[in-house]
């Protein structure tokens, strides 16, 4: 037993947030409908602590002075439980994946709050940074930074909420005022929201000091058959970091994830486009690239597709003919045709992306 009964609770709901999210993630990366069940049990059995946890570090009394960081960890706790019942409690008919979402962006909620703590409770500092990169903490996320840089998390247009058509900002606390930086653009699935999708990036964004901009489309989706009206949004938003923080033009990623992925190609390839390179990932080419002339500004354009063989929402055939359209047009490819991918995010192909778009952002070897 503890000597100190409040740090111990402290302690214990800290690991079993830390477990909870690494387990999500690993979960979330195999999605597909019919592994729901048996991922329901394993995230279940991994994940089950965080109810006695939080439950015990509720009845805890903080010391004077610590109210703020209790009231801070308990909300990440209260997070944690949620994205927990949410996932592993069937839901009855259409409820079954509204339920998956809605526990995958309680996780999000988790991260939220236990980033400003991962000073107070250094092990968290692990869950923000590669692993490879572990060794460089001190450099990579330091305690102390000058205002000038004005790093950390910008919101506009209502992102902190619910809100649509702001966006979510993250400048690495490493950034040094003056160094231009990449600028990696995520943009989210449908029915989803900046705001949850950032954290599908903040690690490798933190790790590799490159800025991560998480749009809000206007609407519950990306406008794909009105181009203009996210469109002129995005490259407002786009606009407005570059004028404020200094960004490396000949890197500037637009990437996005299903429907986003979808529009990351239609406005990768319209004209005038800020984007140097284009990564979508589990989309499609919309027919509107091929009435608007897209397609044909092709040529050159560097383009990293990827696409699952199991997606069972736009299958692997569609997207094997987007890889030829563009191909034959002229486009510097890289197709990634991933096996065991559905209709969900390979987390892992971040850092593949990032060094594609540019080899200096590769980490050095240990």
């Known amino acids: 037993m503890s000597a100190d009964p409040y ?11 830390a477990g909870l999210v690494a387990t999500f993630e690993k979960a979330q990366r195999r999605l597909h409908p019919p592994s729901i069940p048996a991922l329901r049990q394993t995230v279940g059995e991994a994940c089950a602590p965080i109810a006695s946890a939080r439950d015990a570090f509720r009845a805890a009394s ?3 002075g610590l109210e703020p960081f209790h009231a801070q960890l308990l909300q990440a706790a209260d997070a944690g439980v949620e994205a927990l ?12 994946v509204p339920r998956v979402l809605a526990s995958l962006r309680a996780v999000c909620r988790v991260q939220e709050a236990l980033y400003p703590l991962r000073f107070v409770l250094p092990p968290l500092r692990a869950l923000f940074l590669e692993p490879k990169a572990l060794a460089r903490v001190e450099s990579l996320d330091p305690e102390n930074r000058p205002e000038e840089a004005r790093v950390g998390f910008h919101v506009a247009g209502g992102d902190e909420g619910e809100g649509r058509g702001g966006f979510s900002l993250y400048v690495p606390e490493s950034c040094v005022a003056g160094e231009a930086r990449p600028l990696v653009v995520a943009l989210h699935g449908g029915f989803g929201h900046g705001r949850d ?11 590799r000091r490159c800025l991560l901009l998480a749009p809000t489309s206007q609407d519950t989706t990306w406008s794909m058959m009105a181009p203009d009206v996210d469109g002129r949004a995005l490259r407002s938003m786009v606009s407005f970091v570059t004028e404020r923080w200094p960004i490396d033009a000949a890197h500037v990623l637009l990437t996005g994830l299903s429907d986003g992925a979808t529009f990351s190609l239609i406005e990768g390839l319209a004209e005038g486009t800020p984007f140097t390179h284009v990564a979508p990932v589990s989309g499609v080419l919309h027919p509107l690239a091929y009435r608007r002339g897209d397609v044909g500004r092709a040529r050159g354009r560097r383009i990293y597709l990827v696409h699952g063989a199991q997606d069972w929402m736009f ?11 563009l191909q034959e047009a002229g486009a510097d490819l890289v197709w990634r045709e991933i096996e065991d991918l559905s209709h969900t995010y390979p987390r892992e192909e971040n850092a593949h992306i990032l060094e594609w778009m540019d080899p200096a952002l590769a980490l050095p070897e240990a």
């Open 7 to 17: 740090a111990s609770a402290v302690a214990d709901v800290a690991r079993a947030l």
């Open 62 to 64: 903080p010391p004077p």
């Open 85 to 96: 019942h949410g996932f592993t409690v069937p839901g009855l008919g259409q409820e079954a």
């Open 197 to 207: 999708f950032l954290w599908t990036w903040l690690r490798e964004c933190k790790t």
């Open 315 to 325: 299958p692997i055939e569609i997207a094997r003919v987007a890889r030829d359209a």
